[in-house]
């Protein structure tokens, strides 16, 4: 019996909270929140903005950023940063979706110096790798012109692969040419 009074008293107190919820004495609770978070991800964001325009200093004395040729993907790195500056100096004047868009400013040029920097690498190997495959094709040839009689059984090979070393250092040729008049790969 006593199991059956409690039982009731505790159904009776939910419903009573039930209906507490459906006279609106949590709405405003909810806008309250909302309000706060709206804050709290501004605040956030401005503090993503000061950490992305902070870590300038990092990126610009980095073997990455000083050994880049490209003064293009510099500059626009810079203005991304200044731009940051910029809005973190009149922080109160502007939204968090600038506050947003600034920082992904500063991470796609960023990214932009990365991406710069690997296309440069690779560019630097394939003229490495162009130069150690004329050698090696010059000593080919060397071996077909002076030493006939001990490469006649490899003659043939020999000959095939000078003509597919020949194309492939035409093609990339024709690569590092087209990228030093102004076109860059993706």
Do not use: C, H, W
């Not at 992305?52 to 990092?58: I, W, Y």
């Not at 490899?154 to 990228?179: F, G, M, P, V, W």
């Amino acid at each position: 019996m006593i199991k059956k009074k409690i039982l009731v008293a505790l159904f009776t107190i939910n419903l009573a909270f039930l209906g507490l919820s459906n006279n609106g004495l949590f709405q405003n609770t909810n806008v309250v929140y909302a309000e706060n978070d709206q804050e709290i991800k501004f605040s956030q964001q401005e503090e993503q903005l000061r950490i992305a325009v902070n870590d300038s200093v990092n990126v610009t004395s980095s073997e990455v950023y000083n050994t880049l040729t490209d003064q293009t993907l510099k500059a626009n790195y810079l203005d991304a940063v200044n731009y940051g500056k910029s809005i973190l100096s009149n922080v109160n004047n502007y939204s968090f979706n600038d506050l947003r868009d600034a920082t992904l400013r500063i991470n796609d040029a960023k990214y932009s110096l990365s991406s710069g920097y690997k296309l440069e690498a690779q560019l630097y190997e394939l003229e490495q790798a162009i130069e150690i495959n004329q050698y090696n094709a010059d000593a080919a040839r060397l071996l077909l012109k002076n030493y006939p009689n001990t490469v006649k059984n490899i003659r043939q090979e020999l000959l095939e692969l000078l003509d597919t070393s020949n194309k492939l250092i035409a093609n990339a040729k024709a690569i590092l040419a087209q990228y030093r008049e102004g076109s860059k790969f993706n």
